[in-house]
């Protein structure tokens, strides 16, 4: 089993910056691959930001340019800086690790953070 547990998320005003963090704990292996992904009221969980398993990263193309994943392996951490946030950006982010194991996909999750964007 994988716990993730998240932290760093509030209320900013439009523009401003936040970082989250997530630590991973429990079972972690080498391949897996860490993420964010936010659900917005009324709307689907959707990708912000992941690393792929082959190291590069993928971003929403509305966070392009403003957001940024890092990761420190030593710590199982995976963090997200998010610059220039916009209402839009307001939504529960969740810290996801992705696991490929004899052809499945497992989704561990985090039990969020709410991110709230409003002057």
């Known amino acids: 089993q994988v716990q993730l547990v998240e932290s760093g998320g509030g209320l900013v005003q439009p523009g401003g910056s936040l970082r989250l963090s997530c630590v991973a704990s429990g079972s972690i292996n080498s391949r897996d691959t860490m993420g964010w992904y936010r659900q917005a009221p009324g709307k689907q969980r959707e990708l912000v930001a992941r690393?792929?398993?082959?190291?590069?990263?993928d971003y929403a193309d509305s966070v392009k340019g403003r957001f940024t994943i890092s990761r420190d392996n030593a710590k199982n951490a995976v963090y997200l800086q998010m610059n220039s946030l916009k209402p839009d950006d307001t939504a529960v982010y969740y810290c996801?690790?992705?696991?490929?194991?004899?052809?499945?996909?497992?989704?561990?999750w985090g039990q969020g953070t709410q991110v709230t964007v409003s002057s």
């Open positions: 690393f792929t398993d082959g190291g590069t990263t």
């Open positions: 996801n690790v992705h696991r490929v194991l004899l052809l499945f996909d497992y989704d561990y």
